[in-house]
C-alpha cells in the first residue's frame, strides 16, 4: 500500500475514533478551513459523570458564523469556560488511576491564552498526539494552496500529497464522488472502527466519550488499541 491519507475538521477534546483516524494515516489533514457547524464536534465534546455523560463546550461568538470558516472563529472569552471545564474534569475523573498524572498536564494545557477556536483545536491536537506517541505528519488545510469544497477537496488534498488510499469516516459515504476517486487510482476504505470496552468509571460502559476518559482510566501508554504507525513522507 502507497501513502495513506486522511482529514477531518478541528475537534475539541476528540474521540477515540478521531485519533486512530491519525494513527492509521500517513498524512493527515487537519480542515481549518471549512465552516464552522453548530452542535457538532468542533467545539465540544462528552464526559462520563455519576448522572450521566455531560457536553463541555467551548463558548464561541456566532455572529457572521454562516459565512466564516473554521480559521476566523474566536472563542467568546467573556465566558470563564476554561475554569468550569476543569473543575468538572476533576470533579468526576479524579478517583481514576491516572488522574494524578494527566491532570496537571491538562492544566497547562488550558493555560494556554488562545482565542482562535481552531488554533485552540491544533494545540490541543498536538498534545493528544504526542501523548499518544501517534506520529503521522499532521498538515494544516489553511497552510495549502487547495480551495475546493467537499468531494473535490478531498481529492485535491489526496492529490496534493500523492495519495493512494483515503482514509475516510464512515459520513463520507453521504458526500464522496467514488467515481471521481477511481478515476484518479485512488482508493477509498471507510473507517470501521471498533471502540474498546476499557476500565470505567460511574457504571455501566458507556463508549464515545472524549479522549480524556479513556485517557484518565487507562493512561497515555495505553494506546495498542490505535491501528499501526504512520510511516511518513
Known amino acids: 500500500m502507497g501513502l495513506i491519507f486522511s482529514a477531518h475538521q478541528p475537534a475539541y477534546l476528540p474521540w477515540l475514533g478521531y485519533v486512530e483516524k491519525i494513527s492509521r494515516a500517513d498524512v493527515f489533514v487537519f480542515l481549518d478551513t471549512v465552516q464552522f457547524e453548530k452542535n457538532s464536534f468542533i467545539n465540544r465534546n462528552k464526559i462520563k459523570t455519576a448522572q450521566g455523560s455531560r457536553w463541555l463546550t467551548i463558548?464561541?461568538?456566532?455572529?457572521?458564523?454562516?459565512?466564516?470558516?473554521?480559521?476566523?472563529?474566536l472563542v467568546d472569552e467573556t465566558q470563564a469556560w476554561r475554569d468550569k471545564h476543569l473543575k468538572s474534569i476533576e470533579m468526576n475523573y479524579r478517583k481514576t488511576p491516572h488522574f494524578e498524572e494527566c491532570f496537571p498536564k491538562l492544566v497547562a494545557l488550558y493555560s494556554i491564552p488562545e482565542s482562535n477556536l481552531a488554533e485552540l483545536c491544533w494545540h490541543q491536537l498536538q498534545f493528544w498526539l504526542a501523548e499518544?506517541?501517534?506520529?503521522?505528519?499532521v498538515v494544516r488545510s489553511s497552510t495549502l494552496p487547495i480551495t475546493s469544497k467537499k468531494s473535490e477537496l478531498v481529492l485535491d488534498l489526496c492529490k496534493h500529497f500523492g495519495a493512494d488510499h483515503y482514509m475516510s469516516g464512515v459520513l463520507g459515504k453521504d458526500y464522496l464522488d467514488e467515481s471521481a476517486f477511481s478515476a484518479a487510482g485512488i482508493q477509498i476504505e471507510y473507517q470501521n472502527f471498533q471502540h474498546p470496552i476499557y476500565p470505567q468509571l460511574w457504571g455501566d460502559f458507556e463508549p464515545y466519550m472524549c479522549i480524556i476518559d479513556?485517557?484518565?482510566?487507562?493512561?497515555?501508554?495505553?494506546?495498542?488499541?490505535f491501528k499501526g504507525e504512520s510511516h511518513g513522507i
Open 214 to 225: 479513556y485517557w484518565m482510566n487507562c493512561g497515555p501508554a495505553s494506546n495498542n488499541f
Open 59 to 73: 463558548p464561541v461568538k456566532m455572529k457572521g458564523h454562516i459565512n466564516a470558516t473554521l480559521y476566523d472563529m
Open 132 to 137: 499518544f506517541d501517534i506520529k503521522t505528519s
